[in-house]
Each structure stands twice: as structure tokens, then as C-alpha cells.
């Protein structure tokens, strides 16, 4: 289990190194990176190959790392030091790592990691290895979080036909989008960063699933910032337009949120199968990332524009209704609905939207901390805003509440003999006229019809109550 997150850890340290490598050298992309590597690794198993094994019992065995650092084969308690890799541009050279060997394994570091090139390495002072582990556990919290509230907030959307409507059937494909947004990224962690630190960071090359895996990946995260712009869209028509046909636009919104996608994930795989068809297509190269991230951005900037706009119309609307009452009550009102509607409009995406890809240092690891955090709990928010907070699904789940708790009570009745004085309430009701009629029985005329405990009493009724 330590070995997994350790893993883990070291992947996440790998991804940042690899997000500063296009802003720290210019020589040198992450293509680039990725085939030294490879050289690296490849010849660090010939030299393993071509070494004699050491006839000790409990000896730790070598090979190379996931940046292609050789670490030799080690007696138990030996400590290794090494370089800090040549390979890596952005590296101080002159500065070692080390492993220390215990009875047959690498010893791990408090971090679970065999050796920590962030901290010994680095030319510039960067975030401890602990924000990095910190950040793994925000967005795997976080995730685990919105799968749960949201597959919980689908439930009882879908069970109540109460709540059947076509904004509510918006929010649905909204809540499968962030569901499988979240689905992939735990899948996409496990196929790329699955064994690394223990075998080849290559060993998947040109094999086709993985390469699926990413595309998959790539096309949930833009089917959610579409259909984060479908609920804006819906919302702003609402407001903005006053009476418009919602069922009529609606599967508009199915290929704006579902089928727009495809406009630009087909030339994004079409320029990674001719032009840069390397590994499982996860390292981004900004000249053609872009096919993929521009459309992204138009949304977000048309979902803000939308938000702004709606705002706007809410503070005129708070303002002709309340000309008698305090500003203070008006811009509360406003706050409360502003707040509202920033997860589901995507607002926080602007924060960093125009952050220079060469950004270095801080602020780049601010933003990386920021939008990591968003992304996992977004779906965890939307879902108690428009689900669990919502005045009519708390209306049905109390309202089904209560008849549950009258149907226990009707059947411990039956159970004690009480039936009858129902039956005959129910008898005297059918022969009495309608004029006449006895008052209503409280507990009865609040279950519903379909009611398991009062099935067979289907075709009587209690007052004016048709159960």
C-alpha cells in the first residue's frame, strides 16, 4: 500500500517537473525529455545485464528510476549516492541523491519515495515534496467525494418523478459528466503511473488501450465545461429571455454538451496519430495542446460573459423589488444568489485563465493548488447546491419520509387488531352521501395511492380521497 502511494507521489513529482520544462529551458520539450529518459532507462538495463549479481543474501536490487537515474545493486544498510541527473536541464548537477539499502528493499522516506529529487536537485527553490503528496490526497479526496454525492444526487433525481424536468434532466447529464470526469482521471492515474519508480516509464509504447485511455480522459474533462456551459445557456434563457420552449431546445443541449466535443478531439487525435503519435499521448506539446485547450477557453470566457450577464439582471430585478427595503437586504440577496451560481457557471476558471504558459516559481504552484482543489470538489458543490440544498428535493424527501413512517404505523395497526376500526371507517365512508360524508381520516388520506400497506383498499374511498 505505502509502495502505491509512493508511486503515486513520485508520478505527481514527475508531472510538475514536466509541466516547467517548456518555460525553464527553451532547448528542451517534454518529448524531449521523455525519449532521454527512455535512453537513460534502456541503457541502465544493459549495464544491469552485464553486471555479475552479488552472491549476498538480503541485497537490494538496481535499475533505473522514473528519470532514468541507474541506481547499482546495494548490500543491505549501504547508502548510494548519485548525480542529480545530466539529462535533466533545470537541475543542479553538482548536487547528489541518495537511496539507502535495508534488508532487500529501498528504504522510503517519509514521503514514501525511495529518493527526492525536488528538494536535492532543483536549480530553484520549489515547494516541498509534502505539497506535492498534499496535492495527490486534495484531489483524490476530493473526487471520492463528488462520485458519492454526485451518484447519490442522480438517485433521487431519477426515483422521484416529481422532480422530472428538463432543468433537472440538464443537471443529470451535468452530474454525468463530473462522474465520469472524476471516473477517469482514477483511471488514467492507474494506467500511466501504476508501476512507475519499479519498471520502464516506456513500457507502454504503442499500445493502443492506453492511448484510449487518455482520449477518453481528454473527452470527459471538455464534455464537462460543455455542459457547465449548457447549464449557463438554460439558465441565461430563463432569465434573459423570459418564455422559450425547453423541451424543444433541449436535445440541442445533448449535442452541444455531448457532440461539441468531437469537433476538436477529432483533430486533436488526428494530428497525434500523423504528427506526434508517441507514447499514450499524455505529454502535451503546446504547438498542437492548443487544438484542444482554445475551444475549452471560448467556453469558459461565453459561461463568465453569461454569469456577468445574469448578475446584472438579478441586482435590476432585487432592485425593482425591494424599493422600499434596505440596500443592505438587496445586496445580501445578491450576494447569496452570485454565490450560487459561481460552481455552476464554472467562474473559478478565470482565476488563472490568462496566466502566461512561461509562468514559473509560486505562482505557478498556486494555481496548481487552486485548480486542483476546484476541479475535485466541483462536483461535490454542484451536487449539494442543486440536489441536497434544493427546496423541492427536500420538499419530496421529507414528504416520502413521512409516508413512510405512516405506512410502519398502519402495518404495526394491522398487526394489533386496528385494522378494523379502518375498515369500518372506510365502509361507513362509501355508504354515507357526498353531502354527509364523515371527516377525512388524517393518516390515511396522506399515502400516497401507490402506498404498499393500502393497495388493496384501492378502490374505496374516504371522504373526498380516492386511494
Known amino acids: 500500500m505505502s509502495g502505491g502511494r509512493g508511486r503515486v507521489a513520485a508520478a505527481l513529482a514527475f508531472l510538475v517537473l514536466s509541466l516547467q520544462i517548456d518555460n525553464t529551458s527553451p532547448k528542451i520539450d517534454q518529448l524531449t525529455l ?16 552485464e553486471t555479475v549479481q552479488p552472491n549476498i543474501t538480503g541485497y537490494c536490487h538496481g535499475g533505473p528510476d522514473y528519470l532514468g537515474s541507474c541506481w547499482p545493486n546495494a548490500a543491505p544498510g549501504q547508502v548510494v549516492t548519485l548525480p542529480c541527473p545530466q539529462h535533466i536541464a533545470f537541475f543542479n548537477h553538482s548536487r547528489t541523491v541518495q ?3 535495508g534488508n532487500g528493499t529501498w528504504n522510503m522516506n517519509r514521503l514514501n519515495l525511495t529518493e527526492d529529487y525536488p528538494s536535492r536537485c532543483y536549480i530553484h527553490k520549489e515547494p516541498d515534496m509534502t505539497d506535492l503528496y498534499t496535492v495527490q490526497i486534495i484531489y483524490t479526496v476530493g473526487y471520492s467525494l463528488s462520485l458519492a454525492s454526485l451518484t447519490v444526487a442522480m438517485g433521487i433525481i431519477i426515483r422521484f418523478r416529481k422532480l422530472h424536468c428538463i432543468r433537472n434532466y440538464i443537471h443529470l447529464h451535468l452530474f454525468v459528466s463530473f462522474i465520469l470526469r472524476a471516473v477517469f482521471i482514477f483511471i488514467k492515474d492507474a494506467v500511466l503511473f501504476g508501476g512507475i519508480g519499479q519498471q520502464t516509464y516506456n513500457d507502454f509504447e504503442d499500445k493502443i488501450w492506453c492511448k484510449i485511455v487518455v482520449t477518453l480522459y481528454n473527452y470527459f474533462i471538455a464534455a464537462n465545461y460543455f455542459w457547465l456551459l449548457v447549464e449557463g445557456l438554460f439558465l441565461h434563457s430563463l432569465i434573459a429571455v423570459g418564455f422559450f420552449s425547453e423541451r424543444k431546445y433541449f436535445r440541442w443541449y445533448m449535442v452541444l454538451g455531448w457532440g461539441a466535443p468531437w469537433l476538436f478531439m477529432i483533430p486533436w487525435i488526428a494530428v497525434r496519430v500523423t504528427l506526434q503519435d508517441t507514447r499514450c499521448w499524455e505529454i502535451k506539446h503546446l504547438q498542437y495542446w492548443w487544438i484542444y485547450r482554445g475551444p475549452i477557453l471560448v467556453s ?3 459561461n463568465f460573459v453569461l454569469f456577468l450577464n445574469i ?22 440577496k445578491l450576494t447569496r444568489s ?10 473559478h476558471y478565470i482565476v488563472f ?3 502566461p504558459e512561461d509562468v514559473t516559481g ?7 493548488f487552486f485548480d486542483t482543489f476546484m476541479n475535485s470538489f466541483q462536483g461535490m458543490i454542484v451536487a449539494v447546491l442543486y440536489c441536497f440544498l434544493n427546496g423541492e428535493v427536500q420538499s419530496e424527501l421529507k414528504r416520502r419520509w413521512g409516508l413512510w413512517r405512516e405506512s410502519r404505523e398502519l402495518g404495526w395497526e394491522r398487526q394489533s387488531g386496528l385494522p378494523t376500526t379502518t375498515l369500518s371507517l372506510v365502509s361507513r365512508g362509501s355508504r354515507d352521501s357526498p353531502g354527509n360524508s364523515p371527516p377525512r381520516s388524517p393518516r390515511i ?23
Open 34 to 49: 521523455a525519449t532521454l529518459i527512455k535512453d537513460q532507462t534502456d541503457a541502465c538495463f544493459r549495464r544491469l545485464n
Open 338 to 347: 452570485t454565490l450560487v451560481l459561481i460552481p455552476l457557471f464554472g467562474v
Open 362 to 368: 509560486q505562482v505557478k504552484y498556486v494555481s496548481y
Open 311 to 332: 448578475v446584472r439582471i438579478l441586482a435590476v430585478k432585487l432592485k425593482q423589488a425591494n424599493r422600499s427595503r434596505e440596500h443592505s437586504t438587496q445586496y445580501k
Open 445 to 467: 388520506s396522506r399515502v400516497l395511492p401507490d402506498s404498499p400497506v393500502l393497495l388493496h383498499y384501492r378502490e374505496y374511498r374516504v371522504g373526498d380521497t380516492t386511494l
Open 353 to 355: 485563465i490568462g496566466l
Open 300 to 302: 469558459v470566457l461565453v
Open 99 to 101: 537511496r539507502t539499502c
